[in-house]
């Protein structure tokens, strides 16, 4: 499974961006797939998942209202929709599919998740 995610770079605080992970694989043989990033000396943080039956999707208290990931199959890619950036959004973000098998309904944790890209930078100025 080979997982890659682009759009990132450096905005300004109060911009938006949108990351999209391209799928050579179809992602709709994915139970889940998720977004989550890492700031330097912290760990993998979950933000956004979107799950393949009925696209629900479940967001971190702090990206929801702010971020929105959605699907599409035919492209084989997920998007992470941006806005109202902040400095501490600083961070490498990752792009994640989930294979089912899991007991829980949404995928929120790192180890939930079977394949992951290579990541991309996201830098915020104040």
């Known amino acids: 499974v080979h997982l890659v995610e682009s759009g990132g770079g450096l905005v300004q605080a109060g911009d938006s961006l949108t990351l999209t992970c391209t799928a050579k694989e179809s992602i709709f043989t994915f139970y889940a797939m998720g977004w989550f990033r890492q700031a330097p000396g912290k760990d993998r943080e979950f933000l956004a998942t979107?799950?393949?039956?009925?696209?629900?999707?479940y967001y971190e208290d702090s990206v929801k209202g702010r971020f929105t990931i959605s699907r599409n199959d035919a492209k084989n890619t997920v998007s992470l929709q941006m806005s109202s950036l902040k400095s501490e959004d600083t961070a490498v973000y990752y792009c994640?599919?989930?294979?089912?098998?899991?007991?829980?309904?949404?995928?929120?944790?790192?180890?939930?998740?079977?394949?992951w890209g290579q990541g991309t930078q996201v830098t915020v100025s104040a």
């Open positions: 994640a599919a989930g294979d089912t098998g899991r007991s829980t309904y949404y995928y929120t944790q790192v180890y939930e998740y079977d394949y």
């Open positions: 979107i799950i393949r039956r009925h696209d629900d999707t």
